[in-house]
């Protein structure tokens, strides 16, 4: 089982940017899909983007397409999200995620990080 733990968050201003990095364990990371999700208060957890083992497919959802980019280093066992032009709704905490193949639903995904907090003021 992978173990995922993620780093990156912290408190920025609208326009600006951040990386999120997710350091994974293991020696089988590159057979695993990565994604990213997030979480804010009182909202339910949702997709953000997610990427295939080889890191050359990926999947956005529609309110960060254009502004996120996911990668992935399966030398580093590690997979990022670069964040642009952040806005306050983007405020929430962010979660990594493995699983067997790409999915925009989190039950299609088995292991997940701790979470890092992600705060954008206006």
């Known amino acids: 089982q992978v173990q995922l733990v993620e780093s990156g968050g912290g408190l920025v201003q609208a326009g600006d940017s951040l990386r999120l990095s997710c350091a994974a364990s293991g020696r089988t990371f590159s057979s695993y899909a990565m994604g990213w999700f997030r979480q804010a208060p009182r909202n339910e957890r949702e997709f953000v983007a997610t990427i295939n083992g080889f890191g050359t497919i990926t999947q956005y959802a529609d309110y960060v397409k254009g502004r996120f980019t996911i990668f992935r280093d399966n030398a580093k066992n590690a997979v990022y999200l670069q964040m642009n032009s952040l806005q306050p709704e983007d405020t929430a905490v962010y979660y990594c995620?493995?699983?067997?193949?790409?999915?925009?639903?989190?039950?299609?995904?088995?292991?997940w990080g701790q979470g890092t907090q992600v705060t954008v003021s206006s």
């Open positions: 995620a493995a699983g067997p193949s790409r999915s925009v639903s989190a039950l299609s995904y088995n292991a």
